[in-house]
């Protein structure tokens, strides 16, 4: 028996339970408490993509950055773990055409190498208890001369504001691997072979900092 792979799974149904459950709840916080920056990440993750593309999604959540992308761009597959994410962001994005919507696992994806032109996987990296291999994944997936997108909430320069706020969303069951601020996110790419990675800020309540690895 893989006792690390036992484990694994065992860690990845309990994630899975929790996001499920707080599913019909999170576009409260993703639209009130911080609709400014959700707003401008939008803004900037679709000014990435072209109408000729085929996008993957990791993370899809309930459906907030694939909205806008499904409005640029040819195709979409939008992937999550959480059966609950996933059943409101088809409710979310129903007008919408070019969407399909995939339960899928970030660190094993099951496509292609080189099969996407625009890669997203907003908010999960920090989430994630490899997040070097889900990266690996994402740049498999991902056609030469394309695009890796990740953005990811960061710790605001109000270091007290941020730590309360942290430990809040760890009580009600949110687990962080790593919590970054913008700084110790650049670092985290610096440690990889990506090589031409570009950095957009959006300020806020919760900031959130944008790589873009070129391919």
Not at 54 to 60: H, S, T
Not at 68 to 90: P, Y
Not at 112 to 126: P, Q, S, W
Request: proline share 2%; aromatic share 10%; hydrophobic share 40%.
């Amino acid at each position: 028996m893989n006792l690390m792979l036992v484990y694994r799974e065992d860690n990845l149904e309990r994630v899975t339970m929790f996001w499920d459950k707080v599913a019909n709840f999170y576009d409260i916080f993703a639209n009130v408490y911080n609709g400014k920056v959700n707003k401008q990440l939008v803004f900037e993750v679709t000014k990435l993509i072209e109408p000729d593309d085929i996008v993957l999604e990791c993370g899809c959540g309930t459906g907030l950055i694939s909205k806008g992308i499904a409005a640029i761009c040819n195709e979409l597959i939008a992937t999550d773990f959480s059966t609950g994410m996933l059943k409101k962001a088809k409710k979310n994005c129903e007008h919408l055409e070019n969407i399909a919507f995939q339960k899928a696992d970030i660190m094993n994806l099951e496509y292609d190498d080189e099969t996407f032109d625009k890669v997203v996987a907003g908010n999960v990296i920090h989430l994630l208890d490899e997040p070097y291999k889900a990266l690996d994944e994402l740049l498999r997936v991902c056609k030469k001369d394309g695009k890796v997108i990740i953005p990811t909430y960061v710790s605001s320069e109000n270091k007290r504001k941020s730590l309360i706020l942290i430990a809040v969303l760890e009580k009600i069951g949110v687990k962080f691997k790593e919590k970054f601020d913008f700084k110790s996110y650049k670092e985290f790419y610096s440690r990889t072979e990506c090589g031409d990675v570009e950095f957009i800020l959006v300020e806020g309540k919760i900031p959130c900092a944008i790589a873009i690895i070129k391919k």
